[in-house]
DNA sequence: AATTTAAACTTGTATATACAAGTTGATGTT
DNA sequence: AACATCAACTTGTATATACAAGTTTAAATT
């Protein structure tokens, strides 16, 4: 498929590219929009559609004539995201372990979500997820996806990339929306095991319906977490 | 003072009561671009820019080719937000029992979150609440806010109205960003004794840092949530 | 030297225009 | 009747232009 990306587009993901490698820092102001445009061959329009975007999910704020100040943070996927939490803690620091690989299965619901007549008969990409930091296991998250021409995805690595990143640039397939509801809860004994903690142990638990650019792609996502040290960060 | 809206804010705020007030329904298109431009008087990018910010804040979803198509659940702020709740529930079987009235007070710190010098010197308004639905008490929030420029603050009545629409209508002030941290815990016995809780009982305990278009101007938030029967939900 | 003023930046708002691309329904054709 | 085509919608992208409004810097005035 050719799928250019439309100018505005182009620039958001080279800005933002810039903010996240560290060639624009925090505190840092951006090139002007004049500026921008010569450097983009675009027109001033164009280019603040492009910071727009980059003003929406955080990663720089505008100041009236002064500029676009880059915040650094990025905003993550509506909520809290654990790729925030991920940068936040530095990549390194973070195992994550597939406790089941990706698989289909057949579903009838979705967590506390129900789900429609087309995803059921798709059926589910199905896998869990461990995340460790610093030898403490942390989070925990189950992922339905359902299996809507999304080519080779049952081959993917996950452990080492963000699903939202794979999705984006791999599939062109972006978040749009979604809903969640967040509990305060005691883990059953699986999950007691997995985190290494007693009976009675307070757990963060995170349902998420996330909607995507693709119609008809909703992801389910299940998230466990074990908040004694490391609390569920996110910025918005 | 005047500060007359820009008309693209204009559009934004009638087509955003107008689908809170049911004039538009869950699932009905908004008339098109270049239908409100002549009922409106503007231009499309005018129109466009106020349809964006209802597409960012999730009261509706655009499809090309198609139109507005109207979701009628407000985004809340940024992430979860307990108006969110609110209007889930319906406001009739929301209580709010105010627990410390707004009053000020010295701080040198906001929960987790360390504070500027400015703020320490404004001191803060502070106030606690209860919010029980069906008689049942879920949520309790300290809310902090620098005592800058706010006038005839105190003495407003916080029960039934959301402090963002107060700062909003009243004061302008709109919602740009913020942090949060969120746990499980156990709550202490006071919180226990508010939620008629046995000790150990899981709390979602939510600490957040709100930054809005006044500069210098940032809420702090602390809320404690017992998930057993209602989750906190959001969209986003 | 201190203050005021003005110029040269910055972003914010708004118009007018053009064409591309997706959706829908009516009109033909087979 | 079923299908294909087309026209008339819809939103999406992009340009060119103009002026308003806030910030900063430098020049002019006191």
Redesign the pocket.
């Known amino acids: 498929m050719d799928s250019?990306?439309?100018?505005?587009?182009?620039v958001y993901e080279i800005l933002r590219k810039h903010i996240l490698e560290g060639v624009y820092n925090e505190g840092d102001?951006?090139?002007?929009?004049?500026?921008?445009?010569a450097i983009h061959?675009?027109?001033?329009?164009?280019?603040?559609?492009a910071?727009?975007r980059l003003?929406n999910e955080g990663y720089i704020k505008?100041?009236?004539?002064?500029?676009?100040i880059v915040s650094g943070k990025p905003k993550g996927v509506g909520i809290l995201s654990l790729s925030g939490t991920t940068s936040a803690l530095g990549d390194e620091k973070l195992v994550t372990k597939i406790i089941v690989k990706p698989e289909l299965r057949q579903w009838d619901h979705a967590f506390s979500f129900s789900i429609t007549e087309q995803e059921k008969e798709a059926g589910c990409i199905y896998f869990e997820r461990l995340r460790i930091v610093n030898g403490k296991p942390v989070f925990f998250d189950t992922t339905m996806i359902p299996n809507l021409n999304l080519p080779r995805f049952l081959s993917l690595k996950l452990e080492n990339k963000s699903l939202f990143d794979i999705l984006r640039t791999r599939y062109q397939i972006e978040v749009t929306g979604g809903e969640q509801k967040i509990f305060a809860t005691t883990g059953d004994k699986k999950l007691q095991k997995l985190f290494n903690v007693n009976a009675g142990h307070p757990v963060l638990q995170l349902d998420r319906k996330i909607e995507t650019s693709r119609?008809g792609l909703t992801i389910y996502s299940q998230v466990f977490c074990n908040t004694d040290e490391y609390a569920l960060y996110g910025t918005f």
Request: charged residues 30%.
């Open positions: 250019t990306l439309p100018q505005y587009k182009q102001l951006l090139p002007s929009e004049n500026e921008l445009c061959k675009v027109t001033r329009p164009t280019i603040r559609k910071l727009d003003v505008k100041q009236q004539g002064k500029g676009s119609i």
